[in-house]
Every structure is written in C-alpha cells, then in structure tokens.
C-alpha cells in the first residue's frame, strides 16, 4: 500500500468558478472572486478587512511594510516555524528575536516573551502551530503594556479559534495561507487580516503597488497615483475563483480532517501509554482545524531510520522544522535565551499523512507500521544496553 503524505482536496466546483471568470473577461486581481472570497473571511475572522495576497508569505511580507519597520527593529517570534516567518521581517532589515516553544502545544512560550522585550522591540509574531492557537490573551495583553504590535502568523490556523475567537483575529494584523498543503487551498494563495481599522486604509495602499488604486475604485478619487511604497500582493482572479469553490466547503474540509486527526489519536492513545510516542496537546480552550497530526518520539529513538523504514513500506512520513536559528538565513536573527525545547523536541517530531478522505485502511496501516517500527526500535535498543 502506497499512503502518500498529502494529497490536495478539490471540491469539483473550482473548475465551474473559473469558466466563469474566463466567460467575463476579468482575470486580474480585485474583482468579483476575490471580493466575494475577502467579504467571506471578513464574515467567519470578524477581521475587519481581508486582503487575498499571492501567499502567507506575501501577507507578512505587508505586515512587515504596514508596521514600517526599520532596520534593527525587533521582532519576537519562534525558532521552531517555517522560513517565512522570519523572511518577511528580515526583508525590511529588522532583527527576528527567538524565543523557545512551550515543550506541549509546541506554540511560543509566552511567559519567555516580556524578557526578550527591549527598547528596539516593535512587534511579536504567535504562529499557531498546527492549527492550535497560541496563549494570546497572554500575548496581547503584553503587547498592549509595551506598546508593541501583534502579528498572528496564522497560516495553519484557518478557522480554528481560542477561547471561541477565530485565529488571526486577535493581532493587529493576521496571515492566513491556502497553500496547497494547508487545509482550504488555491495552489499558492494566502490573507492578510487587517484587524486594527488604522491600517486598513494603508493596506489597501500597499497591496495595489503603493497607490490608492483602491479609492479609485470606490469613485472617492479621480485618479490614482503613487502614495508610498508598497507592491503587487494581490492574486488574479483564478486563484480566488478557486479559493471560492474551498470556502464554500470550508466546514466539511475541516470536519473530515477532524475525524480522520481523531482517529489517529485514538488508534495512538495504546503506544503512547506504553511509553512509545508522545501524541500532541490540544488545551481545552483550542479548537483545531486538524491540519496537522504529528507524534513525538521517544529520545533514543532514530528518527532518520524510521522515517526510511516507513519509507519502504510505502508510507510518507515527513518532519520538521530545522529551527531558523540553527539554518543558514538564521544568523540575521538574535536568540534570546535557552532554545532547549526547539532543539529537542524539532529532532523528535515526525507527521503523519493526512488529507481529506485519508481511508481508516490507510490509517491502520500508518499506525501499526510505526508500532512495530518503534518497537523494534526500542528492542534493539534494550538489548544493547
Ligand atoms: C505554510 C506556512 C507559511 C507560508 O505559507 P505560504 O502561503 O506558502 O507562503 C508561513 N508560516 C507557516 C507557519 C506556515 O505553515
């Protein structure tokens, strides 16, 4: 049985969307699609404006020119978490600042955040990790006593929600991603969620190539004209006649991924009691959108080894992240104090196959396939000893 690691959900309507975008001849960005799917996440987010942007990337990438930060600004943020993250801030010259991770949600450790505070700090960026929010009423809370801004890199938190309030929501600023291998997908494809109503008019400026293109639009000016710097950020209209087809499917995409993520919880709950696996933390006040399962591996367990031998059976197991600050590009950035759990927990951590329609055969087979691969494993290691 070949169990690939992801394979990308179509509802079937993406194709009728897009015909019509052809059959009216509107193919560049801000038209009827990318309104419709804008007024949508503004709907479900309660954000107060939606932009769709080419990817999360290019949100914070906004976000980034939005705060018009500065070379040697500041910027508190994960280790552990993608390229992105850091990328966008580092393009405008600031200093991401690294932080550990909480050893259970694998989310930023928020009581670690005030002392990596300096005079130069000007925002902190959560990202929800693997669709479970980060502790943002601590967050925001800190950030509202120093004055700083919030950025949720909300790429894997698509309608998942803390305390009953959406991710992304509770920033100034929010990045989603429809990134082919997150939940609701348009290929590349990504958000940003203007929360704070004193960006929204500049946002507008900056997602259409810094001018008020945007005004001109809406007949408040008679002509549009450079106002500041800014870029092209906005997708055609294909990709939100695609997005449009997701969205509309957006509770069922994440209801199937639940039931399948729950099934691998309870299909794991026996190995982890038997001390083979440690399975993820969900708090009690986070609900999920299941885009991610992961487990995370006993220490003397090879990681590389079980990855190969799954391999080998036909199941697509990946891991990540290396953390930025052990990478190359990394080196742009300050760390600030221990990174003892991204360290460890970034070598142990190994994510299972899951998409829409995983079939329960497949998942029995990932989950006996890593049973009987970490339990020889652990034997082979018992008899050395
Ligand atoms: C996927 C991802 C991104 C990047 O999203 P793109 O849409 O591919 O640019 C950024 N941050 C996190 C945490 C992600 O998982």
Redo the contacts with the bound molecule.
Sequence with gaps: MIVPFNKPYMTGRELNYIAQAHFQGVLAGDGRFTQDCQAELERRTGSRKVLL????????EMAALLLDLQPGDEVIMPSY?????ANAFALRGAVPVFVDIRPDTMNIDERLIEGAITSRTRAIVP???AGVGCEMQTIVRLADAHGLAVVE????GVFSSYRGQPLGSFGDLG?????E??NIISG???ALLVNDKELVAAAEVIWQKGTNRQQFHRGEVDKYTWQRTGSSFLPGEIVAAFLKAQLEEAESITAKRLAAWRRYHQRLLPLAREGLLRLPTVPEHCTHNA?MYYVILPEQVRRDELLAALRRDGIYCLFHYVPLHSAPGGQVARVHGSMKYTDTLSERLVRLPLWWGIGESEQDYVTERLAQHLQAQLAQEAAHV
């Design positions: 942007t080419h990817s999360c990337t290019a949100a914070l978490t993608f390229v992105s993250t990202v929800h990790y890199d909300a790429a894997q990045a989603f991603s429809f990134h291998t997150k590349e494809g990504g885009h």
